[in-house]
DNA sequence: TGTCATTAGGGTAATTTGGGAC
DNA sequence: ACTGTCCAAATTACCCTAATGA
């Protein structure tokens, strides 16, 4: 189940959805995102979520 | 229990976390995580408080 | 012994967080 | 209901040189 995907900073999620940073914040806050923690508080997003719910949404609207 | 307590450099846990090296580093500082030091100076981190803190945090967003 | 990637250290930008408001 | 922007504070990233590790 777990595989050792690497994860991504809220930047690049937002660059990915071409959304503000803030806007990937409230998602993660929200929990319709899963996010790591690390230590020091910043938020960690696994690729692989962010992944699938990109393409996700495009099988969804085909 | 099973505690594989392999030791991980700070470069895998950077890795791990998706920050800087000078990052983790910076936890040990803080006592954040804890960290073995080599006779020289550098230091190691438990590879099994890592995961914990890893999979913890991610267990938590369910 | 020598090589070379990694790490420690200190200092300065850039990013992220959190909150509330529009 | 959702997003972008403002703010201040905290965390993290990148710059360098010297030492350590394998």
Same mark, same amino acid.
């Given at each position: 189940?777990? %595989?050792a995907d690497r994860l991504l900073t809220p930047g690049e #999620? %937002? %660059?990915l959805f *071409? #959304?503000?940073p803030k806007t990937v914040t409230r998602w993660a806050a929200a929990g *319709?995102?899963?996010s790591i923690r690390t230590p020091g508080?910043? *938020?960690r997003f696994r690729e692989s979520e962010v992944r699938a719910l990109l393409e996700g949404e495009? %099988?969804?609207n085909a």
């Open positions: 189940m777990e %595989a #999620v %937002a %660059a *071409r #959304v503000d *319709r995102i899963s508080g910043h *938020r495009a %099988a969804l």
